[in-house]
């Protein structure tokens, strides 16, 4: 992830609270199916939702993404990310943000509580050094699943808050576990949160990891959340499987001006990077 996200101390949730309907759509089965070998076959779970009930985000509409606090959007702002702990935005389309392959400020504690912190061979919690955050272990089947239940609980809050779409952060982690996770762990555990979302009849972002648009079919993501894709000429990857439901962000007014102009059907924004509100010395928001 290349973004600041709002740090706030999110409530601690129990396995057990989680675990019933509120993680609709992911149990021990959904756990097996996608198997001891980690990547999804065949008999990976197929998702809850009829077909066509999904709603995903209008293309080529304006866009906010309020991470870092939410706020009234600027006028002609038709989407919003916002966290899991933040209320909608009344009449817009709603994303909720869910950070589920790393523990944020305030949660670390439940996650250990569970074993499922991935551990270190020293035996210490293996930390994203960028954000200082542990990374979740879904390393195994029996561990996704229990991960799952968690996160499906989370996405279930996200339904009965009045949200249209999830946002999982950090699908990208097993980059910075030191090769005890792998790419196959990480498609495996998305399949599991797009199954969930997908039982709740909402729509699941694959959020940046450029490198998994080929396994886009086997995590059942719908639209995509990407950071700075101009910058890195990430965007044609994106747009080549998902079409116009790309959603945007750009921190740097170069990178901006360059997707306003060779992505001209996509929502795009441009923001400062710790996401803070209108009001502080900081804020930056352009749309296109």
Request: glycine share 10%; proline share 4%; charged share 20%.
């Amino acid at each position: 992830m290349k973004v600041a996200r709002t740090m706030v101390a999110l409530v601690v949730m129990s396995l057990a609270a989680c675990g019933g309907s509120s993680a609709t759509g992911i149990d021990g089965a959904s756990g097996d199916a996608l198997g001891n070998g980690d990547a999804p076959t065949s008999d990976a779970p197929t998702s809850d939702a009829p077909a066509g009930a999904l709603t995903l985000p209008p293309v080529n509409a304006g866009l906010d993404y309020q991470l870092g606090a939410a706020y009234a959007p600027p006028a002609g702002v038709m989407l919003v990310s916002r966290d899991r702990t933040a209320s909608p935005a009344q009449g817009l389309y709603n994303i909720c943000y869910v950070n589920g392959f790393q523990a944020q400020p305030g949660e670390e504690a439940m996650w250990m509580a569970q074993d499922l912190i991935l551990l270190g061979k020293d035996g210490k919690p293996v930390i994203d050094a960028d954000w200082n955050e542990m990374l979740i272990d879904v390393s195994t089947a029996d561990k996704r699943t229990k991960v799952a239940a968690i996160i499906g609980g989370w996405i279930h809050g996200c339904k009965q808050a009045g949200f249209d779409a999830i946002e999982i952060d950090n699908l990208d982690s097993y980059s910075r576990s030191t090769g005890l996770l792998t790419m196959d762990n990480a498609v495996a555990a998305m399949r599991l949160f797009a199954d969930a979302a997908h039982a709740e009849h909402l729509a699941i972002a694959q959020k940046n990891s450029s490198e998994l648009v080929a396994r886009k079919g086997d995590m059942a993501t719908d639209f995509v959340v990407a950071e700075e894709c101009n910058r890195y000429s990430e965007c044609g990857t994106y747009t080549a499987a998902y079409g116009d439901h790309v959603l945007v962000i750009e921190y740097r007014q170069q990178d901006f001006d360059v997707g306003c102009k060779a992505y001209p059907g996509l929502s795009i924004v441009l923001r400062d990077r710790d996401l803070v509100a209108p009001g502080q010395a900081a804020y930056v928001y352009a749309g296109c």
